[in-house]
């Protein structure tokens, strides 16, 4: 299994790239993000180049590099142009380096709420079984945005569901109501979770083994939008009484 802070604290191969250029991002196109119903077999999607950009900057800032301070200002100003312009794997790692840290759990909770729902509904619908292990096995979705702050953020996080369980019941409503606005968004791509799988490597290893890529049966997807918001209360325990 991966390890969470592997991907975004242990890259020995981008940290010789300390001398240099920082990466810059390319900001997204206004309007409908282009949707992988085929998958490119030749190239990373987009969602996972910009990811890339962004730890190699994320290494910067650890650094105190100054260009690469200005370089996640450029990232953060194309995440905030428009609401679920990014995948909710690429939010949900900015949310934990920057805005969880400077926010707490009282602010951000509700965002990472909303961009889980978001994720595990497009999970559902478009991702094999090997691809949703290797997203929540691999990638750590779940765990994703609290275990990249650290330990730190980690016992914040866990004060908070402790001490507050009232107010983290209230945004999680927040967040399930900000993604009920947005559920059929085509902002960012949504069928992300299909470059993920056993299937996929099988296509980038043989082109013809490539398979059309999956996706549930729509007459299920009003099912699917409701266990997301089940598998996210449960995940943070909010499924439990509260103690009187």
């Not at 950009?53 to 800032?61: D, P, T």
């Amino acid at each position: 299994m991966k390890k969470i802070l592997g991907m975004l604290f242990i890259m020995g191969a981008w940290a010789a790239q300390a001398q240099t250029p920082m990466p810059q991002i390319i900001p997204t196109p206004p309007g409908a993000a282009p949707q992988s119903i085929a998958l490119s077999t030749t190239a990373p999607p987009q969602f996972q180049v910009r990811r890339r950009i962004f730890n190699v900057v994320a290494q910067g800032v650890m650094r105190n590099d100054p260009s690469a301070e200005a370089a996640l200002d450029k990232i953060l100003t194309d995440y905030e142009s428009v609401a679920f312009r990014y995948t909710p794997l690429e939010s949900l790692e900015i949310i934990g380096f920057y805005y969880l840290p400077r926010e707490g759990m009282e602010k951000a909770f509700q965002v990472i709420v909303a961009e889980q729902v978001m994720g595990w509904y497009d999970v559902l619908r478009f991702a094999s079984e090997s691809g949703r292990a290797e997203i929540v096995n691999n990638e750590g979705f779940f765990k994703l945005p609290i275990a990249i702050g650290g330990p730190r953020i980690s016992a914040q996080a866990a004060k908070y569901f402790s001490e507050r369980p009232a107010q983290a019941r209230e945004m999680l409503a927040r967040g399930f109501a900000m993604a009920d606005s947005w559920r059929e968004t085509q902002n960012y791509d949504r069928h992300w979770p299909a470059y993920y799988g056993l299937e996929r490597l099988a296509c980038l290893q043989d082109h013809s083994k490539c398979k059309p890529a999956s996706e549930l049966d729509r007459a299920k997807w009003d099912a699917a939008w409701s266990q997301a918001k089940e598998r996210i209360t449960a995940y943070y325990l909010l499924d439990k009484a509260v103690a009187k």
